[in-house]
């Protein structure tokens, strides 16, 4: 075939594929701007030129550097929104053009694995990260190969003097991942040190792991779906390959989440190959990855005891999974386990103690809000205000002023008055804590008992290997809109791998609208400690869309359900 032939035939993709390389310089140059930033890139620091040349041909030095609340920052969120807005809309018209392509019409992974590329070039090099969880990642595989701590119970704090200690943000926090990250942390780590241990170094390693494993699971889609379904592969593959918050929370920002969903898809994978032994050592490490991918391995156990031939197989199965799983465990974990407090970590970490991002941030809010109003409860703004009253500043003013001789009695009056307004709002604000927890308590219980609820359903109705994955996508989907009271962005790229495999109606649509709702997190994110309106509400802006839609769905689905039974029913009472 002829390149004139050739373009004649795929225009539509090179136009598009044009479009998405442009959406995500656009998206890049956005990313200059350091009042949108959570954590610096780093990557582009060593280049002054560049910047000289940044400065002068596209934004000047006062905008990039213009402070978050600076009248020059103002529009940067319309900025950031606008960009995401676009490498969106190119997505949206992606799939639906694959989804109307023929089978034989429609691109190799190699094309899709191109486009992959093409965005990741901007975002392997981002001046600014919307998430600075990377630095946290790299500090536990120093903390276990170069102090000779556990990553587990050691936190970045305990060793202060690291050279790249000054980047991570969760200072106090001991590593939340289990040993299926870890020990991956640990060997890029003895890499990177091998060959030169900076933080840029460290950065472009675990950027470059998370796009070879984002290349990865793009193949793993493309390979199931070829046995399963073919008329599916090309844009179930490009749901999540080219899927936007996939790319950016992945390439961009480095989320480990990445290498949970590879083991998810290689047991999926195994298992079509006839080695459901594997499968449930590969689901037991995504598992150890991350806890979320619980509910995927006691619903792939009954998944395999429903398709047993008989109870003696169903016994050998459940000794032989039991059996993996034990092994896994113990021996991954073995060389760091110190009783309890290797897992203590898991009940304390910031998810257990804040709510934020979720519906129940907002129902908390409005609840203490309303409190107020009724002055029953203390401001709640209070716990969360950066001020004067209870700083280490203050309690120095304090305490040299007190031994200071009254000399002038204005300065005295106001030091008196100081020290009882200081008093009085540390009083408030510590009423206020105690308030907001108690309600935080009930409402993580509510949204745990939802959570459950969700999982029961899905064990009732999983028979197959591929109703454990619905089930497990939309349990995943249910924690995000509901039972993650503690949310990110990235959490919804677990939806997004599996419904990938499923289908495009209701699976595939919501996971589609609920990944390109999730980034207005970082635009609507707000600013301490009282935010305005519509960031205090940006979960329902986000949540309760997919939620509306998937319900609908829902509704659908049990009725048509409802009316086959009923069908069925009444014809057999007529036979």
């Known amino acids: 075939m002829g390149i004139a032939a050739l373009v004649e035939r795929n225009w539509v993709l090179l136009v598009l594929g044009l479009l998405h390389t442009l959406a995500y310089g656009g998206f890049f140059v956005v990313m200059h701007l350091k009042s949108l930033a959570w954590a610096p890139g780093q990557v582009l620091e060593p280049l002054p030129w560049y910047w000289e040349w940044f400065y002068r041909s596209v934004l000047s030095e006062e905008r990039v550097l213009a402070a978050r ?33 023929p089978v034989e019409r429609q691109p190799r992974l190699q094309v899709l694995l191109g486009l992959v590329v093409l965005a990741s070039v901007p975002l392997v090099a981002l001046p600014n990260l919307l998430s600075g969880d990377v630095y946290s990642n790299i500090s536990f595989g120093r903390v276990a190969v170069v102090h000779g701590g556990n990553p587990f119970i050691d936190p970045p704090s305990r060793f202060r003097s690291d050279p790249l200690y000054r980047w991570v943000n969760w200072k106090q926090v001991a590593s939340v991942y289990g040993p299926g990250w870890i020990y991956p942390s640990i060997l890029l780590t003895i890499i990177v040190n091998s060959i030169k241990p900076h933080v840029i170094t460290y950065l472009l390693a675990y950027k470059l792991l998370a796009l070879t494993l984002h290349f990865v699971n793009g193949w793993l889609l493309w390979t199931i779906l070829t046995r399963w379904r073919p008329e599916q592969r090309a844009w179930g593959s490009a749901l999540y390959l080219l899927n936007p918050l996939t790319l950016i929370e992945f390439v961009g920002n480095a989320h480990n989440d990445v290498l949970m969903i590879t083991f998810i898809l290689l047991g999926v994978w195994l298992h079509l190959r006839g080695f459901w032994y594997w499968t449930i050592a590969a689901f037991t490490l995504a598992v150890l990855t991350k806890w979320i991918a619980l509910p995927l391995l006691p619903l792939y156990g009954l998944a395999l005891l429903w398709q047993a031939p008989s109870w003696r197989d169903r016994a050998r199965k459940t000794m032989a999974g039991a059996a993996i799983v034990a092994v896994l465990c113990v021996g991954l974990y073995r060389p760091y386990w110190e009783g309890k407090a290797t897992l203590k970590i898991l009940f304390d970490a910031p998810p257990q103690q804040r709510l934020i991002n979720s519906l129940g941030e907002v129902i908390s809010n409005d609840i ?80 745990l008992v939802l959570l459950g609820a969700a999982c029961l359903v899905g064990a009732a109705v999983t028979r197959n290997l591929r109703m454990a994955l619905l089930a497990g996508a939309w349990i995943f989907f249910v924690y995000c809109a509901i039972g993650a009271v503690w949310f990110w962005p990235w959490y919804v790229t677990w939806l997004v791998a599996l419904a990938a495999l499923l289908d495009w109606r209701v699976t595939g649509r919501t996971a589609v609208l609920f990944s390109l709702l999730a980034p207005l997190t970082y635009v609507f994110f ?43 029913k009444l014809v057999s009472v007529s036979a």
């Open 69 to 101: 609340r600076s009248d020059l920052a103002a529009l940067h969120p319309f900025y950031l929104l606008t960009s995401l807005a676009l490498v969106s809309l190119i997505y949206v018209l992606l799939l639906r053009w694959l989804r109307s392509l």
């Open 368 to 447: 203490q809000r309303e409190m107020w109003r009724r002055n029953r409860w203390p401001n709640p703004a209070l716990v969360d205000a950066i001020g004067l009253y209870n700083t280490a500043a203050s309690r120095s003013i304090t305490s040299s002023t007190l031994r200071q001789p009254g000399t002038n009695e204005l300065w005295s009056k106001q030091r008196s008055q100081f020290i009882r307004d200081r008093a009085r709002i540390r009083a408030e604000q510590t009423l206020a804590k105690v308030n907001r927890d108690w309600l935080n308590g009930k409402i993580r219980l509510a949204a």
């Open 526 to 568: 707000p600013t301490l400690p009282d935010p305005v309106w519509w960031q205090r509400y940006r979960a329902v802006m986000i949540i309760v869309p997919p939620l509306l839609f998937a319900a609908w769905h829902g509704v659908r689905v049990l009725r048509e359900t409802w009316q086959r039974w009923r069908s069925r």
